[in-house]
């Protein structure tokens, strides 16, 4: 293994290890965030006390959800690279093809917030299966599959 070889792995592992720590802090603040707003909301026409307060606690929910499968997902590719995983770091990969091809559509109906999220999406999935690869390939400090 040559040094080049050496450098490659390390910058591919603490890039991907730093845009997975970045998901994390992110999807946290965008939870705690969109849970203040919705809870700011103290009335809305045509729409009762009751139904409001249910509403809110639905959208928290939901928010909730879908912030804690994006923060189990991040960490996958965080514990991936940290541990110098190659299971744990090819599922984040086979994961992030998936969101991936799932953002094909938004992407494609013209938002420009979906086009950076999409090609953002590629990049790192790509990284991660680069990652993936070297680690396959015995470049990690373990030097196992593990």
């Known amino acids: ?84 995983s190659y299971c744990l770091t090819l599922t984040y990969a086979i994961i992030m093809t998936i969101v991936t091809l799932l953002m094909i559509l938004p992407a494609a109906r013209g938002s420009g917030a979906f086009w950076f999220t999409f090609v953002l999406n590629i990049l790192i999935t790509i990284l991660a299966y680069l990652l993936a690869r070297d680690l396959r390939q015995g470049y990690g400090t373990h030097g196992s599959y593990a």
């Not at 050496?6 to 992110?26: A, E, I, Q, R, Y």
């Not at 307060?53 to 991936?80: D, E, M, N, P």
């Open 1 to 84: 293994m040559s040094d080049n070889d050496l450098f490659g792995f390390g910058c591919k592992k603490w890039t991907l290890f730093t845009l997975c720590l970045l998901g994390v802090v992110s999807t946290l603040i965008i939870i705690i965030a969109a849970s203040v707003q919705i809870n700011k909301t103290d009335h809305m026409d045509g729409i009762k006390d009751q139904d409001l307060k249910a509403g809110k606690r639905v959208a928290i929910a939901i928010i909730a959800s879908i912030g804690t499968i994006s923060i189990i997902v991040q960490l996958f590719g965080l514990c991936g690279a940290l541990r110098e």
